[in-house]
């Protein structure tokens, strides 16, 4: 008997941002999915700037540019929601290492 694949998944990915360009997450093949929320936190005693980016067909969409998060702080990344069709992928990094940890909550749908 084949595999059942559940009409829906709930995912939160934690992630520890770098200056790197960091791949955090990719809709992957039959899905779609909705970025729920997503939560960067500054646990730095400096300010830290965020890129956070949409990559769709090979075209990144900036959502935040360099956007600061003060010391001690948080930052809603998305406000509402955001829908992710197959082979969408979410990206980000920031000014500072071992400064902002990143929290993803994602709903994953069969199509």
Do not use: H, W
């Amino acid at each position: 008997m084949a595999e059942q694949i559940p009409l829906n998944r709930f995912i939160t990915e934690p992630f520890d941002l770098t200056t790197t360009d960091r791949l955090l997450y990719t809709t992957p093949l039959e899905r779609a999915s909705i970025l729920l929320g997503s939560q960067a936190s500054n646990y730095s005693a400096n300010p830290v700037t965020i890129t956070f980016t949409v990559r769709k067909n090979g075209q990144d969409y900036i959502m935040l540019n360099e956007y600061e998060i003060p010391p001690g702080d948080q930052l809603n990344v998305i406000n509402g929601k955001l829908i992710l069709d197959y082979g969408c992928a979410i990206r980000a990094r920031v000014s500072t290492n071992d400064a902002v940890n990143i929290v993803l909550s994602i709903l994953e749908t069969t199509v």
